[in-house]
């Protein structure tokens, strides 16, 4: 059975640090990349951030570069994403997700990806 687990979501101030983890299972991890989406009510859910679990590389949206580190622990099948400097505008439902990753992988495409995790909510006080 395949899952993504993710956690590490939670309420912080403007300005405060949290990592989320993504937890996966059930599938080969070497052979996807992993991506974060966030998603507010009313509007579309946004890629932040994919890594590849081949090559380590990473990919970043213009809204989070800079601030949001992704990183991958491929013995642990988790991908973490660290988010510094939070800002009220980042408060969502946080996803990860995982897509086959081959050359015309775009991260941002939610139909790249073949499996999704539950998510976890990120609050941001101003």
């Known amino acids: 059975e395949v899952q993504l687990v993710e956690s590490g979501g939670g309420l912080v101030q403007t300005g405060g640090s949290l990592r989320l983890s993504c937890a996966a299972s059930g599938f080969t991890f070497d052979n996807y990349a992993i991506g974060w989406f966030r998603h507010v009510p009313g509007k579309e859910r946004e890629g932040i951030s994919a890594?590849?679990?081949?090559?380590?590389?990473?990919y970043y949206s213009d809204s989070v570069k800079g601030r949001f580190t992704i990183s991958s622990d491929n013995a642990k099948n988790t991908v973490y994403l660290q988010m510094n400097s939070l800002k009220p505008e980042d408060t969502a439902f946080y996803f990860c997700?995982?897509?086959?990753?081959?050359?015309?992988?775009?991260?941002?495409?939610?139909?790249?990806?073949?499996?999704w995790g539950q998510g976890t909510q990120v609050t941001v006080s101003s």
């Open positions: 890594i590849s679990s081949s090559d380590g590389r990473t």
């Open positions: 997700a995982a897509a086959l990753y081959g050359p015309f992988f775009s991260f941002r495409d939610h139909l790249m990806y073949q499996y």
